[in-house]
């Protein structure tokens, strides 16, 4: 299943790339390993932080990413070929679930028709990649569904739309939409993905979350949400 070791090194700073499962789902993030990883910071004492469900940092070796507290995130979907299904239908509708599960709306995804201002680019492995790649390597694998984005110094590294000469994206998730046949599967998928993009680095052992490896459901569960209220609730170790 996933071949990584969950031990940061802290003795010195390196760069190291993580990965989820070949088949199925994967997450990509180049983690800059420094010191304070699993920190003394702590949250509003007089909050109440939901425990998780299923570890959301066990793709990412411990590190606890999220946007910004309040961030609007803006994403973009590239024009995808005909396939009888629609990938923007299906990143909408992600959108609409992932924002009802924050408790506080600690975070909501929005839809953006510019590629330009976009927080998060969703696009079909059929149409070139959307972005230069920037500091990280950039190389998708043969994963249904992809995330990715790149730390540098606890910070995603804004990546460039090729279209652009402004820095904007955050994140990318790139679909296969030759192993979804139908808006369902699409759905699932693209929902899975972007549970990633909002904070979920982890995948849950039961197949009735969204966040499990090869999910079927559409939709996050009570236990997907209360992963993501546990995320949105701590102190970020990589702000997205
Ligand atoms: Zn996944």
């Not at 390597?137 to 910070?155: I, L």
Request: hydrophobic share 40%.
């Amino acid at each position: 299943m996933l071949s990584r070791t969950h031990q940061p090194d802290v003795s010195r700073p390196i760069s190291r790339q993580r990965r989820g499962q070949r088949r199925g789902h994967g997450i990509r993030l180049a983690v800059l390993v420094l010191g304070a990883l699993g920190g003394t910071a702590c949250g509003d004492p007089t909050a109440t932080v939901p425990d998780f469900a299923y570890d959301p940092t066990a793709l990412t070796g411990g590190v606890l990413y999220r946007w910004s507290t309040g961030t609007r995130v803006r994403v973009f979907v590239e024009a995808a070929p005909s396939t009888g299904v629609s990938l923007a239908t299906a990143t909408q509708r992600a959108a609409q679930q992932w924002n009802a599960a924050p408790a506080r709306g600690e975070v909501a995804l929005e839809i953006v028709t510019d590629r330009n201002v976009a927080d998060v680019i969703v696009y079909d492995r059929g149409t070139p990649q959307p972005v230069v790649a920037g500091l990280c390597p950039f190389e998708p694998s043969g994963a249904a569904g992809y995330t990715y984005f790149c730390n540098v110094n606890g910070r995603a590294e804004k990546l460039r739309p090729v279209t652009s000469t402004v820095k904007t994206a955050s994140v990318v998730i790139r679909v296969d939409m030759t192993t979804t046949a139908t808006q369902s599967a699409l759905d699932a998928l693209v929902a899975h993905e972007m549970g990633h993009a909002v904070g979920i680095g982890g995948h849950s052992p039961d197949a009735a979350d969204l966040m499990y490896t090869r999910p079927t459901v559409t939709a996050p569960s009570a236990r997907d949400r209360q992963t993501l209220r546990h995320v949105l609730g701590r102190p970020a170790d990589l702000t997205l």
